[in-house]
């Protein structure tokens, strides 16, 4: 009779956490979705047609500054939407999408596992009518790396959109804080801009895995979309107003 209960209550067990990981991809995407689509939208607008930068992952949700962009050209500057000096230098910006000046709800700065999402994109597209000046087939300047977790090389993108997945090595937290990443492989080292003894700043990324499939991995866990520059405003688009 304990055995048959037993195997009775692992099934169900079972059953609870196939669904609730199918009910986590499911969020997951939908969420990656709409950063995209706010991400299009913002590029396509008459007063931008640029991206914007990253927003800075240290600040507490409640902050009055949580999730607006960091500062013009993703400097560092000074005020609270600076990024910190290790996430930005003359490529590219890491933080975390800042759902605020792309007008998404505060929830869509975070994942399922309720880690922040990170947005890496590189600066030159984010200058002052950046997407006006060039047409989409201008080559990207000093664009971000991605490459497959063997180490194939993918492409050059613009825009790197980065769930840290359910182990969330590497994420910045709710409270502004990033979670450890020295136990994590190098893949995870990677996304999170981390060399193993500091902050420094990587300009490769890896693919980790699409945000349609499966999220039964175990290991490396990143969730990872990215984006050419012809994936926003094409130069004879219509503007939204």
């Not at 945000?211 to 969730?223: C, P």
Request: glycine share 8%; with cysteine; charged share 15%.
């Amino acid at each position: 009779m304990l055995l048959v209960l037993s195997l009775m209550l692992g099934g169900l067990l079972a059953v609870m956490t196939q669904e609730t990981r199918i009910s986590k991809t499911e969020e997951l995407k939908q969420k990656m979705d709409a950063i995209e689509y706010a991400l299009v939208s913002y590029s396509k607008r008459s007063d931008t047609q640029r991206l914007p930068c990253p927003a800075n992952p240290t600040l507490a949700v409640g902050h009055v500054d949580f999730g607006f962009a960091g500062n013009p050209n993703c400097k560092t500057g000074t005020g609270n939407r600076a990024l910190p000096t290790a996430l930005s230098d003359s490529a590219i910006a890491i933080g975390t999408v800042p759902v605020r000046t792309i007008g998404l709800p505060d929830e869509y700065a975070f994942d399922p596992w309720g880690n922040r999402f990170s947005y890496a994109v590189s600066i030159s597209i984010t200058h002052a009518n950046a997407l006006a000046v060039y047409p989409v087939t201008f080559p990207d300047v000093n664009s971000i790396v991605v490459e497959s977790v063997s180490g194939f090389p993918i492409g050059n993108f613009s825009v790197v959109i980065i769930s840290h997945g359910p182990n969330g090595y590497g994420a910045f937290t709710r409270t502004g804080v990033r979670r450890n990443v020295t136990t994590a492989d190098v893949n995870e080292i990677s996304n999170s801009a981390w060399d193993g003894s500091d902050d420094a700043l990587s300009n490769t990324l890896i693919s980790g895995h699409d945000s349609n499939s499966s999220l039964t991995m175990t290991g490396f866990d990143d969730i990872v979309r990215y984006y050419p520059r012809s994936s926003f405003r094409l130069a004879d688009d219509t503007l939204i107003p």
